[in-house]
């Protein structure tokens, strides 16, 4: 059974930075394709970054620069860091496979606010 699990989210103000963590059961993060996705109010989920079994990233347009996707295989754990943040950046983030089990985590929810 698959299980993911986001932290690390909170109210930062615009420029700030955070850092998220994901920790899954029944997925092994090094073995797979594996993403950050987003989904703000009102809006679809969309991608944010992912990473490749092989390490390869990508990042959607408006987080390149900014957010860098990394993994630790000892720990199976895939982390987010989130720097000049924006308002529009706030959302609820979530972890998974790339392209996307139909299984979610609760998220972590972002809010980049003065």
């Known amino acids: 059974q698959v299980q993911l699990v986001e932290s690390g989210g909170g109210l930062v103000q615009p420029g700030g930075s955070l850092r998220l963590s994901c920790a899954a059961s029944?997925?092994?993060?090094?073995?797979?394709?594996v993403g950050w996705y987003r989904q703000a109010p009102g809006k679809q989920r969309e991608m944010v970054a992912s990473?490749?079994?092989?390490?390869?990233?990508n990042y959607a347009g408006s987080v390149k620069g900014r957010f860098t996707i990394s993994r630790d295989s000892a720990k199976n754990a895939l982390f987010l860091q989130m720097s000049s943040l924006k308002p529009e950046d706030t959302a609820v983030y979530y972890c998974?496979?790339?392209?996307?089990?139909?299984?979610w985590g609760q998220g972590t929810q972002v809010t980049v606010s003065s």
């Open positions: 998974n496979l790339f392209p996307p089990l139909g299984v």
């Open positions: 029944g997925i092994i993060f090094s073995r797979n394709d």
């Open positions: 990473i490749t079994s092989l390490r390869g990233t």
